[in-house]
């Protein structure tokens, strides 16, 4: 039976809980990867036949992220690379990693990345958890990632920039290695990335 004093207490429940409800569900505050300023870098590094390196960075490409230190766990972030504009400072070797030995550019013109979840590990790092899509493959990566830092900017914005790497596999993404020394059947993936609020 439902008496005056039930009645009270369900109401004054619902009502704390209606007035809690925007606080658990707010939302981080969403930041623009500042490409125009060139404030950000997607590169790469692989070994040349175990004797030394080949650096690279692709040129153009977009991203966001979701970001609140107050609630690290909600962080997320999206990029579309445009694969065509790779630069590895060699442009016969840039047309040869293009084509279709590689990464067939003209069949795969983007590669992606949408992340599913975040680690932190500290307050200032923490593990992103997403999906890569690279040569018409996707697969599941983790890569570490450390805030560089945050503040107001000199033009009245908002940013935060992060750093962060992980090791590919090639072969994973459907792009075949096998003819050339084990050193070179995988690389690092190394990206940098400043973004300003929204």
Same mark, same amino acid.
């Given at each position: 039976m439902l008496t005056v004093d039930t009645l009270k207490k369900t109401a004054t429940a619902t009502a704390v809980t209606a007035a809690l409800l925007p606080f658990s569900q707010a939302q981080a505050d969403t930041y623009k990867v500042d490409t125009e300023g060139q404030h950000a870098f997607v590169q790469f590094k692989i070994s040349h036949l175990g004797y030394s390196y080949l650096l690279g960075?692709? $040129?153009t490409f977009s991203g966001e992220f979701d970001y609140d230190p107050e609630s690290l766990e909600d962080a997320a972030v999206e990029f579309e690379v445009e694969v065509a504009s790779l630069n590895s400072n060699h442009a016969e070797r840039d047309r040869h990693i293009l084509s279709d030995d590689f990464l067939d550019a003209d069949a795969y013109p983007t590669a992606t990345f949408e992340s599913t979840g975040f680690e932190p590990d500290g307050d200032d790092a923490g593990v992103i958890t997403g999906e890569l899509t690279l040569h018409g493959e996707t697969q599941t990566i983790e890569m570490p990632v450390t805030l560089v830092g945050e503040g107001e900017d000199p033009w009245g914005g908002y940013r935060a920039g992060f750093e962060?790497?992980?090791? &590919?596999?090639p072969s994973e993404f459907g792009i075949d290695m096998s003819e050339f020394p084990e050193p070179m059947r $995988? &690389? $690092?993936l190394y990206v940098t990335f400043e973004g300003v609020r929204q």
């Open positions: 960075n692709f $040129e962060g790497s992980t090791i &590919l596999v $995988e &690389l $690092e």
